[in-house]
C-alpha cells in the first residue's frame, strides 16, 4: 500500500499544479485494500466529493497497474469525534418548539462501519421548505420517539430530494440520544446480498440474529425489489414482522407510494402502506437558492446571492444535481484562482447549460412523437387507450423523461392530467421492449436524434 501510494504522490503531483496537488491529493490518505477495492480516506465530504468526481477514474487506472486487476476505488470520510451533540438535535419541528436537550453523553457515538451512516448529513443540515417540510416533520418526530409513533415511515419521492438524508439525520439523532442503539441503514440491493450470501455461506441464523436485533432499520431505495428476489422479500416480510412487533422503528424509502411498488409482494405493500406515508416533492426555486446558500456556508464559502439564484434556476430536478453544480463552481474557483461571480458559473457549467439548451421541451416531445407514429397529439393528451395511440403515448413519455429534468408528476401533468404512476409505468415498459426489441431501439434513436438537433 505505501508503495503504490508513494506511486500515486509521485504521478499527480507531475500532472498537476501546485495548488490542485495541495488542495485535492495531499489530503488524501490510502486506507485499505482488500479483494480489489481500494478505501481512501478525505478530511471531510466537500474534498471527499470533489476527489471523487475528477480523480477516481485516475486513481482505478494507476491502481489497475499496480495490482494487476480490476480495482473499484472508494472513498470515505474521516471520522472525527464531535465536540457539540449534533445540529438540530432538540428541534420538533412539528410543533415549532424547543424540546428540553437530551442527558450529555460523555463520548458521542460515532457509527461503526455496519451502521453504514453519514455522521454529516444531520437535521441541520438538511433545508427544509415546502415541499419536504412533512416528510422533515416526520422524521424529527420518528428520531425522537423511535418505535413510537410512525413505524413505518414511508418517504417516497424522485432521486436525489432528500431521502437518504433524513434516513441519515434520525439514525445520527437517534445514536446521539442513545450511543448503544443499534441502528442500521441498508439499501434494499444491498440486504438481498446479505440474504444470498447469508444462504450460500449457510450463515443465515447468524444473519438474522443480527437484522433482527436492530433497534432502528433504514431501507433505502425499497423499489429495487425485482419480481425474481421472493426469497429476499419473504425475509424481509419476516424482519418487518419481527422488529415491528418489538416495537422498533422502520423507515423506507421509495420513487413511488407503495401502491406502486409493483414488483413487491402484497404483503409487504401492504406493511409499508401501514404506517405513516409521505411524499416529497422537488424544492421550488427560494429553497433551493437557500440550499445552495446553506451547502456553501458549511463549506466556510460565502457565496453570492446572485450565483446562487443562477444555479438555482439552472438545476431545478433534484438537490443532489444541484450540490453538484455548486461543487463544480466552488472547485473551478478554487483551481482558478477567481472570485465567485455569474460568468465565472457559466464557465464551470458551460456543459450543463449546452445539455439544458439542447433539451427538448415536452410539447416538442408530444409533437414529434406524434408525427412519427402518425397520430394526433390530441389523441396523446386524451383518455384514448387504442393500441397505437398508448404506445405512441408511452414512448413520449419515456422520452420527456429522458430528455428533460421534469419530474414524473410534472410529465404526468403535461401529459393530460396523469397519474405519476402511469408515466412510471410507460417509462419502465419501453426501457424494457426497447432492450428486447431492435426496431424499437431504432425508434427512438432516430427520435431522439431528432429531438436534439
Not at 346 to 356: G, H, I, M, N, S
Request: hydrophobic letters at 40%.
Amino acid at each position: 500500500m505505501e508503495d503504490f501510494w508513494k506511486t500515486v504522490l509521485q504521478q499527480m503531483k507531475q500532472g498537476l499544479s501546485q495548488q490542485q496537488y495541495d488542495a485535492w491529493i495531499k489530503p488524501l490518505t490510502p486506507l485499505s485494500y482488500e479483494e480489489g477495492v481500494l478505501c481512501i480516506a478525505a478530511p471531510n465530504a466537500y474534498k471527499r466529493d470533489t476527489a471523487k468526481e475528477m480523480f477516481a477514474d485516475q486513481l482505478a487506472t494507476m491502481a489497475d497497474r499496480f495490482w494487476n486487476t480490476a480495482v473499484a476505488i472508494q472513498f470515505h470520510v474521516e471520522e472525527k469525534k464531535p465536540v457539540h451533540p449534533p445540529p438540530g438535535a432538540c428541534v420538533s419541528r412539528t410543533h415549532g418548539n424547543t424540546a428540553p436537550p437530551p442527558p450529555p453523553v460523555s463520548q458521542p457515538h460515532l457509527p461503526d462501519e455496519s451502521s453504514n451512516i453519514d455522521a454529516e448529513m444531520t437535521f441541520d443540515s438538511f433545508v427544509d421548505g415546502n415541499k419536504n417540510h412533512m416528510a422533515r416533520a416526520a422524521a424529527a418526530q420518528v428520531a425522537d420517539n423511535p418505535g413510537r409513533l410512525f413505524s413505518p415511515l414511508y418517504i417516497f419521492g424522485g432521486t436525489g430530494l432528500g431521502k437518504t438524508h433524513l434516513m441519515h439525520a434520525i439514525a445520527n439523532q437517534v445514536l446521539y440520544r442513545n450511543p448503544k442503539a443499534r441502528v442500521r441503514h441498508v439499501r434494499a440491493e444491498q440486504y438481498v446480498t446479505d440474504v444470498v450470501a447469508a444462504h450460500r455461506l449457510k450463515r443465515f441464523e447468524a444473519f438474522k440474529r443480527d437484522y433482527h436485533s436492530l433497534d432502528v432499520l433504514l431501507l433505502d431505495d425499497i423499489h429495487l425489489f425485482t419480481d425474481g428476489q421472493k426469497r429476499s422479500q419473504e425475509e424481509f416480510f419476516y424482519l418487518f414482522e419481527a422488529l415491528n412487533s418489538h416495537k422498533r422503528q422502520i423507515v423506507i424509502t421509495a420513487e413511488t407510494h407503495p401502491k406502486e411498488l409493483s414488483a413487491l409482494d402484497d404483503r409487504l405493500k401492504s406493511r409499508c402502506a401501514c404506517g405513516v406515508t409521505i411524499e416529497i416533492e422537488p424544492p421550488e426555486l427560494n429553497t433551493r437558492v437557500e440550499i445552495l446558500l446553506k451547502k456553501a456556508g458549511m463549506r466556510g464559502i460565502s457565496l453570492p446571492d446572485k450565483v446562487a439564484f443562477f444555479i438555482a434556476q439552472l438545476v431545478q430536478s433534484n438537490v443532489r444535481e444541484l450540490e453538484g453544480a455548486l461543487r463544480n463552481v466552488l472547485a473551478y474557483a478554487q483551481l482558478n484562482s477567481q472570485s465567485l461571480t455569474v460568468d465565472l458559473a457559466k464557465k464551470a457549467l458551460r456543459e450543463l447549460l449546452v445539455v439544458q439548451t439542447r433539451q427538448s421541451s415536452i410539447e416538442n416531445i408530444q409533437k414529434v412523437t406524434a408525427e412519427y407514429y402518425r397520430v394526433k397529439i390530441e389523441d396523446i393528451l386524451s383518455k384514448r387507450r387504442p393500441a397505437n395511440i398508448a404506445f405512441a403515448r408511452q414512448v413520449a413519455m419515456y422520452l420527456a423523461k429522458e430528455l428533460t429534468q421534469k419530474s414524473l408528476p410534472e410529465i404526468g401533468n403535461l401529459f393530460g392530467g396523469r397519474d405519476h404512476s402511469t408515466v412510471l409505468y410507460a417509462v419502465r415498459k419501453i426501457a424494457d421492449e426497447r432492450k428486447r426489441n431492435a426496431k424499437l431501439d431504432q425508434d427512438i434513436r432516430s427520435l431522439e436524434q431528432v429531438l436534439r438537433t
